[in-house]
């Protein structure tokens, strides 16, 4: 295994970030905190408990998982479109090094970034507002799961974009209008039955849900169900990328 | 001399349905400076793209130093680097950075001490700090000669290595490739400056519409296709031709001034000696002769456009 061509790249991507905090790092995190600032305090304060958790507290694994959709996409099909778009792909590509460690490098880099900004947001969240984490080992194999499988689906959008209006319409058009139907602000349960049954065809219900029960042990959808559909997905990411590189769709011409 | 690369019935035809290679055959030495000649499109960035991974072939096989490019890829593209043609690199990386990013992409520990022989030997020592963008395009074209070293390749190739630089820089690449193949590198390099190829390759392969149509020794090939020149700048100028000459390819100009003889060094090895007989006993008198070759580039265009036969 190349492992100092996997360091290369894991390496050359995060010094990116180092590169740019403030885009990377300060600009999500403050996004995210005026959430908390306007739903948790000053609106949450005075909406109704859900599932006998304040408002405030009940949206903070979703809107954690909101940041960590799109932070793993943008990263992974940024990091792994640039090069495509300046033409220094050439050297990946030339090297030897095994598809699966390109991936390991760049999804490795973007996941990496996104678990980062997960954890300083849900520290940044609690000057904001109040909450606990039952199950935090779940809530952290979560965290990285749902980065892994996303930055997974970033790395394709990466490959499949030839322009950067595309880099940004799958997150822009389909990710963040999912994200918040997805059951960020609301209870599924609160929703009519038949939109109830609409919205299970939502994937990100389930990471939310699954995201949300490891805080407070509650969740609209069983968590067996929830692990089992957001491992589904990364399969099928996972399945994509290595048709990408048997085909070299693309990559190599 | 064993064979680094070779190649056998390599065929490329892209999605489009343009066929950029056909049946190549061809093996390169290993240690030689082996130059690429063809125009615009006739497959040889194609070509070397195939071997070094970033292009599949549509059929054939190549192997880098015994190792399948596809099969093996590990252990060939190891012995490979790369200078492309474009200049394609990270702007806001610095030099050493990027260089030293390079030599781990191909799975090289690193070694700060030969990344810094590399940069020296680029004159980029002193600009191992600066960031990329900040290079002018004669450096930044060094630091992809650099990042192509990095790794310590056995092969290197060079895709257009001159293009666009200016007349010191390309001294200073040729002694580099020079110094490089020296230390036993085998360097392909394509060029549109014939004279680059005239001057530092071993072999020449001339490639056009995807496929070589010639390879040869280079001095071997100047002798064999070149044409050569004998003018006699005469003592009394001629208004025509003597009879007794006919048969020759002698024409005259500069007012008749200058009797000027043509011939194609592969058919009649001219017959210099027998032409100066016989001006002698027609009482034709000169001052002075000049003689001059073809260069590489009228051959290579002869090639190209007549086949090789001739004007």
Not at chain 1, 20 to 44: E, K
Not at chain 2, 74 to 86: D, F, H, S, T
Request: hydrophobic share 45%; glycine share 8%.
């Amino acid at each position: 295994m190349n492992l100092h061509g996997v360091k290369a790249i894991y390496r050359f991507e995060m010094a990116r970030t180092w590169r740019t905090l403030l885009q990377s790092i300060a600009s999500p995190v403050i996004s995210t905190s005026l959430y908390f600032v306007v739903f948790g305090s000053a609106i949450g304060s005075r909406m109704v408990e859900i599932d006998g958790i304040s408002y405030g507290a009940f949206i903070i694994p979703g809107l954690v998982m909101l940041m960590l959709l799109n932070e793993s996409i943008s990263n992974a099909s940024f990091g792994i479109y640039m090069p495509k778009f300046t033409g220094t792909i050439y050297e990946v590509l030339s090297a030897p090094i095994s598809p699966l460690e390109i991936v390991l490098g760049y999804v490795g880099a973007a996941a990496s970034k996104s678990i980062i900004l997960g954890l300083l947001i849900l520290a940044t969240s609690r000057l904001f507002v109040d909450y606990q984490i039952a199950h935090p080992f779940a809530m952290v194999g979560f965290l990285a799961l749902t980065a892994v499988t996303f930055s997974l689906f970033g790395f394709i959008i990466g490959v499949w974009a030839d322009g950067f209006e595309k880099l940004q319409i799958i997150p822009m058009m389909i990710v963040t209008p999912l994200t918040f139907l997805g059951g960020t602000f609301y209870s599924v349960t609160m929703l009519p039955p038949f939109w109830q049954t609409v919205t299970l065809f939502n994937p990100v219900v389930y990471l939310v849900s699954g995201f949300r029960w490891s805080f407070y042990g509650v969740a609209d959808v069983h968590l067996g169900v929830s692990l089992a559909m957001t491992l589904v997905f990364m399969l099928v990411c996972a399945g994509l990328i290595t048709w990408i590189f048997k085909t070299g769709y693309r990559l190599r011409d | 001399m064993s064979n680094v690369i070779e190649i056998e019935r390599l065929n490329k035809t892209y999605d489009s349905g343009f066929t950029a290679l056909r049946d190549i055959n061809l093996s390169i030495r290993k240690g030689e400076i082996f130059a690429l000649l063809g125009p615009n499109g006739a497959g040889k960035t194609t070509l070397i793209s195939i071997i070094c991974g970033i292009v599949n072939a549509s059929s054939g096989t190549v192997l880098a130093d015994g190792h399948d490019i596809r099969r093996d890829y590990r252990a060939a593209r190891a012995r490979i680097g790369l200078v492309p043609q474009e200049l394609s690199t990270d702007a806001f990386e610095t030099v050493r950075d990027t260089v030293t990013f390079s030599r781990g992409l191909f799975g090289k520990p690193a070694n700060p001490a030969y990344v810094e022989q590399v940069l020296r030997d680029l004159s980029l020592w002193d600009k191992r700090k600066d960031k990329i963008m900040a290079l002018s395009g004669g450096m930044k074209r060094r630091v992809m000669i650099a990042k192509a070293l990095a790794h310590e390749p056995d092969i290197l190739f060079l895709d257009e290595p001159t293009a666009g630089v200016d007349v010191e820089l390309r001294r200073d690449m040729w002694n580099l490739v020079r110094g490089l193949r020296e230390r036993g590198v085998t360097i392909i390099l394509t060029t549109h400056y014939i004279e680059e190829a005239e001057e530092m390759a071993d072999r020449v392969g001339v490639i056009n519409h995807g496929r070589i149509i010639l390879v040869e020794r280079t001095r071997d090939l100047m002798e064999k296709l070149g044409r050569k020149e004998l003018r006699l700048q005469l003592t009394s100028p001629l208004e025509t031709l003597p009879e007794a000459l006919d048969g020759l390819s002698l024409s005259l100009e500069e007012d008749g001034h200058e009797l000027v003889y043509r011939f194609d060094a592969r058919r009649d090895q001219g017959d210099v000696a027998g032409l100066l007989r016989r001006l002698a006993d027609l009482g034709i008198e000169f001052r002075d002769l000049r003689t001059r070759e073809s260069s590489l580039e009228e051959i290579f265009v002869d090639l190209v456009h007549n086949g090789g036969k001739g004007d």
